[in-house]
């Protein structure tokens, strides 16, 4: 027998953060903002750390943990209302360590929103805060292989065929079905880019199962401060058959409650392509957002929240929605819950593509 099995179904502290990127993002932000703590000296503020540190949203434990959107709500809740209660900073765009982690993070705040875009996962916009509802609308989780997810394509006899000691999480059932159990090999952030072709639909959205020939979804950007905006910039390539130079940049300015944002996107591949911008949003109940598009825009109204992101492009574009659901287990048994509503906007493009638009809360 592996020695390897007699420790796979346990974990460590620090594990957890390279498992799960969401729960490191939100234990840094905390850590971040408690740097400030000394200087500032106003119990409000120390209320709302210690607050937003409670420990379970951090694990994937018993009790579900992390995979529990609204715990995360919880978090980010505090998280916000501490940034709230900082001084108002003379400009909108600063460069900042959050992650500590040998990259930088564009943050944008404004009086309405915090928006931080990732220098390290592809440029990609990690967090999007509203500052008066305290809510982050990209509390998002990807779907990671979980021990017990065996379970659910073997068969029962080999369900244990490790050493370790019963929990709760051995019981249950999952009414679905395993074929529709999907994995991400990329962060579920937005603003994210794939160069794919026609293999790209709803159903290969969802499944995770498109063909992908870029390498800019999963990988680092470069990223310099130009004046009020944040560029970010990657050299990579298309890959088919042989390796294409593919040029990748991005521009974010956020000023009030708009996101401007500008793509531009050169290769030396002469096969035409598709560009496929990902965004991912989390909402607090999925039945009350009504969605709204067409060819060059589309609507979230979030009647929770009173809110609406709106999305306006000069480009045309195709476009694909689905919620991205997780399978975790708790005391329960099996659980699916949503996650985010997952859209792609598709684009036609052959060795060049410029786009340019707006994000919105309304």
Not at 12 to 31: A, C, D, G, M, Q
Not at 36 to 58: E, G, M, P
Not at 191 to 214: L, M, N, R, W
Request: glycine share 6%; charged share 25%; aromatic share 16%.
């Amino acid at each position: 027998e592996s020695p390897s099995k007699l420790y796979y179904a346990g974990g460590t502290w620090k594990n957890f953060f390279i498992k799960y990127p969401e729960s490191n993002y939100l234990h840094k932000r905390v850590l971040d903002l408690s740097g400030q703590r000394t200087s500032l000296k106003n119990k409000k503020f120390d209320d709302a750390i210690f607050k937003a540190q409670a420990n379970d949203v951090f694990w994937h434990g018993v009790f579900g943990g992390l995979y529990l959107p609204n715990l995360r709500d919880n978090a980010y809740r505090f998280v916000i209302e501490a940034e709230n209660l900082l001084p108002e900073e003379t400009k909108a765009l600063s460069l900042t360590h959050i992650k500590k982690d040998g990259y930088q993070e564009a943050k944008f705040k404004t009086p309405s929103l915090i928006a931080v875009f990732d220098e390290k996962n592809g440029g990609q916009l990690r967090e999007l805060s509203m500052r008066d509802a305290l809510f982050n609308y990209q509390n998002t989780l990807s779907r990671k292989f979980e021990l017990y997810h065996k379970n659910l394509f073997e068969s029962k006899e080999s369900d244990n065929d490790y050493d370790a000691i019963a929990t709760i999480h051995d019981e249950g059932s999952f009414q679905g079905e395993s074929k529709n159990i999907h994995f991400d090999w990329y962060p579920k952030n937005s603003f994210v880019d794939h160069i794919t072709d026609d293999s790209f639909d709803t159903q290969s959205f969802q499944a995770c199962s498109f063909k992908e020939y870029g390498n800019f979804a999963n990988q680092p950007f470069n990223l310099t401060q130009k004046k009020e905006f944040a560029l970010f910039e990657r050299e990579g390539g298309i890959f088919e058959g042989e390796t294409f130079k593919t040029l990748l940049t991005k521009k974010f300015n956020v000023t009030k409650n708009r996101i401007d944002f500008s793509v531009n996107l050169h290769t030396e591949a002469p096969k035409a392509f598709s560009y496929v911008c990902e965004f991912n949003f989390h909402f607090q109940e999925y039945g009350n957002v009504v969605l709204k598009h067409t060819k060059k825009m589309f609507h979230l109204e979030d009647k929770n929240l009173g809110k609406t992101l709106s999305f306006m492009c000069n480009s045309e574009f195709e476009f694909f929605v689905y919620e991205l659901k997780t399978i975790s287990k708790s005391e329960q048994g099996f659980d699916e819950t949503v996650q985010c509503l997952s859209i792609g906007l598709k684009f036609p493009f052959k060795e060049t593509l410029s786009i340019n638009g707006t994000l919105e809360v309304l």
